[in-house]
């Protein structure tokens, strides 16, 4: 069982203004608002670090049918060095990170970039339901509901100029906040690049929630990036900066061990690892391994975009 720290956060400080306006109606009537709204958390629910504010999304046509893996392990089984390198320590110890308020800058080779209040970027965009496997590189996988909506829309609505290549994000680099970001496992802040046509890809989606959440803090709240086809550690976490960028940028996993992770990262059975294969994979919650998939299954949406290229080479 995880011992749960009560975070000194107001609903105002972790919740989207509106969610926080509908709220106040329940709360007026339960005095003592924080403690009373945990106590009807079930136990499952109890584990995730956040609000734990309910979030409605429509379903997506791009949703798996696979069953989904239990909301405990999602959010108790993870990978966030900000918080620790064991699986655990993300869901104990991210009750350090305050998702709001938030701030983001979008800029590099874009007309529209800016620095936002995290809701004002938001506000727009119409939230989905994708129920996506993801695959992680070290040989276990999971299968989510997150919450969120094609990156495609907001890089549409910023307007990159002709310059633009490459999407550079970059993690918040605070060591209150990141109590990790004090060890050099990594050269932080943590870093993740996609070419403009991946991040144009329908598949791919800016997530602030899951099961039908918002985002937990040990998934990445308040947002993060899920790129399905490609191994999980390009889905960073806790965004504060998304910039455009004519040449291909550097990534945090492949400045700190080139020869193991590439730029690309797409799931690739017949590449493997230099120190394992990847052919097959432990879906969390079974005993059988199960074979691996190209592009982690979604090669119709995404092997066009790799057309011509040797992705042993650009693995
Ligand atoms: N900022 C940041 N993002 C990150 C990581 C990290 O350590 N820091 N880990 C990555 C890895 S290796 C994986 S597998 C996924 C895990 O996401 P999950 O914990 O929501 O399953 O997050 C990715 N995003
Ligand atoms: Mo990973």
């Given amino acids: 069982m995880l011992v749960r720290r009560a975070p ?24 003592f608002a924080l403690g009373a709204a945990r106590a009807v958390l079930s136990g499952d629910e109890a584990l995730a670090q956040g609000s734990g504010e309910k979030l409605e999304a429509a379903k997506s046509q791009y949703s798996t049918t696979e069953t989904p893996t239990p909301f405990k392990d999602v959010t108790t089984y993870n990978n966030f060095y900000e918080f620790g390198t064991d699986k655990g320590d993300p869901a104990r110890n991210a009750n350090t990170l305050r998702p709001r308020p938030w701030t983001v800058t979008i800029d590099g080779a874009v007309t529209k970039g800016g ?6 970027l938001l506000k727009p965009y119409k ?19 997150w919450i969120g909506f094609p990156l495609g829309d907001l890089v549409k609505a910023v307007e990159p100029t002709e310059k633009a290549k490459f999407i550079e994000f970059t993690t918040l680099m605070d060591q209150r906040q990141m109590p990790g ?11 993740e690049g996609l070419r403009l046509d991946e991040a144009k890809n329908p598949l791919t989606i800016l997530c602030v929630g899951l099961y039908g959440q918002v985002l937990p803090n040990q998934n990445g709240a308040p947002f993060r990036l899920v790129v399905p086809w490609k191994y999980g550690f390009k889905s960073i976490k806790s965004i504060v900066r998304i910039r455009f960028v004519e040449h291909q940028p550097a ?3 492949n400045k700190s061990a080139p020869n193991e992770y590439g ?13 394992w294969s990847q052919a097959k994979e432990r879906r969390l919650g079974e005993f059988t391994k199960r074979p691996t ?23």
């Fill in 115 to 120: 620095k936002f209040a995290i809701d004002d």
């Fill in 181 to 191: 970001e004090r060890s050099p496992v990594l050269d932080w802040p943590y870093s």
């Fill in 293 to 315: 998939l190209m592009f982690n299954g979604y090669g119709d949406q995404v092997a066009s975009m790799y057309t011509g290229m040797d992705l042993k080479k650009y693995y």
């Fill in 8 to 31: 000194d956060l107001k609903w105002r400080d972790v919740t989207p203004e509106p969610l926080y306006l509908r709220r106040r109606e329940f709360l007026t009537a339960v005095p």
């Fill in 263 to 275: 730029f690309y990262s797409n799931v690739n059975p017949n590449v493997d690892h230099p120190r």
């Fill in 127 to 145: 939230l989905e339901e994708r129920i996506y496997r993801h695959r992680c590189v070290e040989g276990w996988s999971i299968v989510v509901p």
């Fill in 251 to 253: 990534t945090a996993w």
